[in-house]
């Protein structure tokens, strides 16, 4: 019997150094960051110490800024929205994040062992108050449209004035994109640093000598950039 406590007990403690595993490539994050499900985010009302909060869980798609804002118009009582998403649609990321706003005090929180990443942290963002638990993640990469392989494959085939086109393209809808979240991080009273010391830093494909696409901030850091307003830190 004893034998066997043991066992379990060395089997409990592997689980949990598991579960703290960083991830090689990206040394910043977890091995497995929870980004919740991968299907469209749902949006559920309810109570977590005593205070009503809405569960937004999956991935961002056009339709979530118009259902976010149903959601918390049908319950006055909503005081936070907690966030784990993979990411998604940008431009509905930053829809979603002006509804909030629109919202006066509502805080946004990532809790503990949840993962805010890509077009999630401009949701976040959105929020008049917020909240980075310890443990949790605020995962960031470089905004970019270069990182559809296929397409660029397919025009540098039909010649070089496609790629030349296509390349261009890119370039300005990355600018467009740019200077929408320059705009945003202003509007939320974000540090625009993030964007030029983390976000434009991050790559935005990975490669032999440097596969690190990702970075997750630090306690420090989400204070520094403004991303958790020190003076607003709530329990």
């Given at each position: ?29 977890p ?16 109570v ?26 049908a ?58 638990d ?19 494959d397919e ?10 086109e296509y ?28 964007l030029?010391?983390i ?10 000598e ?11 850091e ?14």
């Amino acid at each position: 019997m004893r034998a066997r406590r043991i066992v379990l007990g060395l089997a409990a403690l592997g689980l949990l150094t598991g579960a703290g595993k960083m991830d090689p490539e990206n040394p910043t994050c977890p091995a497995n960051p929870d980004f919740g499900p991968a299907s469209a985010m749902t949006l559920t009302p309810a109570v977590r110490g005593g205070k009503k909060v809405l569960l937004a869980e999956g991935t961002i798609d056009a339709s979530l800024p118009a259902r976010l804002k149903a959601a918390i118009e049908a319950d006055d009582q909503i005081e936070e929205i907690w966030l784990r998403s993979r990411g998604g649609n940008a431009g509905a990321g930053n829809e979603a994040g002006k509804i909030i706003r629109s919202y006066r005090g509502m805080l946004t929180r990532i809790p503990s062992g949840w993962a805010c990443f890509s077009a999630c942290n401009f949701v976040f963002m959105g929020g008049d108050r917020r909240v980075v638990d310890e443990g949790g993640i605020f995962m960031v990469h470089m905004f970019t449209h270069t990182t559809d392989r296929a397409a660029i494959d397919e025009v540098v085939i039909e010649g070089s004035k496609a790629t030349t086109e296509y390349i261009a393209s890119i370039e300005q809808s990355s600018a467009l994109l740019a200077s929408e979240d320059n705009d945003f991080l202003i509007r939320m009273g974000i540090s625009r640093k993030l964007l030029t010391d983390i976000m434009y830093r991050q790559q935005a494909v990975r490669s032999a000598e440097n596969p690190s696409t990702r970075y997750c901030l630090s306690q420090d850091e989400v204070r520094a950039y403004n991303v958790m307003p020190i003076e607003k830190r709530v329990p």
